[in-house]
């Protein structure tokens, strides 16, 4: 192992002693808003039909939108997918599909208006699980979209429902699945049971998402209460002896985050199990696969690092123009504040392995600011957005002290929740 080189290390302490001029909540400030699209979708509300034997879904998207005028509006969906109506204010309007643009001529008089759009529409899912990884750092598998009798997944990058570029929208979503197939997503669960052979469950998002992420599966579910918070745990029948330990560590990580940052900011928290690997933390939830939660460690530390996402990251959203701070905050405030409440020798041996991946790992070619970091794509990728970064706010901490670090997390959290904020700003 070779020594530190603090060439390399100058500019994580310039961030450092830059950042320390200004106040800790600074840290997050909020950038100036987007220019608003003469279009944009305000609510969606879904109705999907799950057939898992054929990889396939039946949906319908109600779409409430501001328009400007007559106006033709490009749509985002998936390109397997068939087009069947598109109702606006109770008649069929023409449109236009090809190659996963749906294009619509809003018949709307002059002025900015609300309407209701209606788009009916069916797909097939089939990504591919291929045995390995893409690569040793992408453990989704490079999956946005697939729907099978093990499970389903479907990111927005799939194209489930129609959206706008730069959408920003609240969800009501109706799932339906053969009895026993039970979906979960973001918001809270207003209503669910069973009716004519199938599950149904119905959510409903109380803030806009940029984009909604649904999972499905044979699940049992377990549920438990933080407060008047619903805890819930989505688990394969083979794996659901876990839940209830899931559950009581979910409990624990939002008592001690709701001291730290302030009040739990979502209507509900669920953990759910995955058929493939993830590591994926939501609004709300996060989902965890099936390899990866029999693994007796991650409980205690995986799993709080995706509910401290739950304030930063989701709650407090990233501005990635500016770059990812969220990454190296949870990073510092779960996996290196766990070990530090276990001891101050774990602490710093964790601090001295992230400055050993930092300095074996990164050379020249692979270094950038951290205003440039989005996400990992690789070793060297990490080292940089999740362990510069920390070490960032570690070295803020030691400068400002104790309590105005503390002080001024939980002030940032209650300033710009569900705010975009970046830091470019403070460089």
């Given at each position: 192992m070779k020594p530190v080189d603090w060439a390399i290390m100058?500019?994580?302490?310039?961030?450092i002693l830059t950042i320390c001029g200004f106040a800790l909540y600074a840290?997050?400030?909020?950038?100036?808003?987007p220019l608003r699209a003469a279009t944009t979708i305000l609510h969606h509300d879904l109705q999907v039909r799950l057939f898992p034997g054929e990889a396939r879904l039946e949906g319908r998207d109600a779409l409430r939108l501001t328009v400007e005028g007559k106006e033709k509006v490009v749509f985002r969906l998936s390109p397997g997918a068939?087009?069947?109506?598109?109702v606006l204010e109770g008649r069929d309007i023409p449109f236009e599909f090809e190659q996963g643009s749906l294009r619509v001529s809003l018949p709307v008089a002059g002025g900015r208006s609300q309407i209701i759009l209606r788009v009916d529409y069916q797909g097939r899912f089939q990504d591919a699980i291929p045995g390995q990884p893409v690569h040793s750092e992408d453990p989704s598998y490079g999956i946005a979209g697939t729907i099978s009798p093990k499970g389903a997944f479907l990111s927005p990058a799939a194209g489930w429902y129609p959206d706008l570029p730069g959408g920003n929208a609240t969800f009501r979503l109706r799932v339906e699945a053969p009895a026993g197939f039970e979906g979960i997503t973001a918001g809270a669960l207003v209503a669910e049971g069973r009716k004519d052979g199938q599950s149904y469950s119905v959510w409903q998002t109380a803030r806009p998402l940029s984009g909604l992420t649904l999972a499905a599966g044979p699940y049992r579910m377990e549920r438990d209460l933080y407060g008047d918070i619903p805890l819930l745990a989505y688990f394969y029948p083979e794996n659901e002896h876990l839940a209830q330990t899931y559950l009581a560590a979910v409990k624990a990580y939002l008592e001690m985050y709701s001291e730290l940052f302030g009040p739990y900011p979502y209507e509900k928290f669920a953990v759910a199990e995955n058929f493939f690997p993830t590591g994926y933390g939501f609004p709300s939830w996060t989902l965890l696969g099936s390899s990866v939660v029999r693994l007796p460690f991650i409980v205690e530390t995986s799993l709080g690092h995706e509910?401290?996402?739950?304030?930063?990251?989701?709650?407090?959203?990233?501005d990635y123009a500016s770059g990812n701070w969220s990454e190296g905050l949870t990073t510092y405030v779960a996996d290196h504040l766990y070990k530090?409440?276990?001891?101050?020798?774990?602490?710093?041996?964790?601090?001295?392995?992230?400055?050993?991946?930092?300095?074996?790992?990164v050379d020249d070619e692979s270094d950038f600011p951290l205003s440039s970091f989005t996400s990992r794509?690789?070793?060297?990728?990490?080292?940089?957005?999740?362990?510069?970064?920390?070490m960032v706010f570690h070295m803020l901490r030691r400068l400002v002290g104790e309590a105005p670090y503390w002080e001024g997390l939980k002030r940032a959290s209650a300033e710009r929740l569900h705010q975009r904020v970046g830091w470019s700003e403070l460089k």
């Open positions: 100058r500019p994580m302490i310039k961030n840290l997050l400030v909020l950038l100036p808003a068939r087009v069947e109506r598109v509910v401290a996402h739950s304030w930063w990251g989701n709650a407090v959203k990233v530090e409440r276990s001891s101050p020798e774990e602490a710093l041996e964790y601090r001295r392995k992230i400055l050993r991946d930092y300095t074996t790992l794509d690789s070793a060297a990728s990490q080292a940089v957005g999740y362990g510069k970064a920390a």
